[in-house]
């Protein structure tokens, strides 16, 4: 696929160029759209239709952040620690093919490690309740 005045996008998949091609479109006459027009002066404002595609920023963006202060009137008032835990390049495959069962030991191995260190006096001393 071509894009304009920009160079060749790499290979992407069918459902990826879908999403491209609605946010390209987004509020453009490529969607349609209405007039509005002013009953006292005639003014009019053509409005164009959203694609309201999930990953459309302009769609999409007062949701995001709605759904984010809701999360965030969730949080505790102490200090959060992001951690992540990654699988080896050559489980990848093995990963994509198998998703529910090599997360699922994903998840279990981190909850263990979290538990595992937090325990540990030298780190957080902390204990399950």
Not at 21 to 26: D, G, T, V
Not at 77 to 91: G, Q
Not at 100 to 120: C, P, Q
């Amino acid at each position: 696929m071509e894009r304009r005045g920009a160079k060749p996008m790499p290979s992407c998949k069918l459902g990826q160029l879908k999403v491209i091609s609605a946010i390209e479109s987004c509020r453009t006459a490529a969607l349609g759209g209405h007039v509005a027009r002013c009953e006292d002066c005639a003014h009019e404002v053509i409005a164009y239709n959203s694609c309201r595609n999930r990953h459309c920023p302009k769609c999409q963006g007062a949701a995001a952040r709605r759904w984010l202060a809701e999360r965030e009137a969730e949080l505790l008032p102490v200090p959060y620690y992001h951690v992540v835990f990654t699988l080896p390049a050559a489980i990848g495959d093995i990963a994509y093919q198998n998703k529910a069962v090599i997360y699922d030991l994903l998840f279990k191995a981190s909850a263990e490690t979290v538990i595992t260190i937090a325990a540990d006096p030298k780190h957080l001393g902390a204990r399950s309740a």
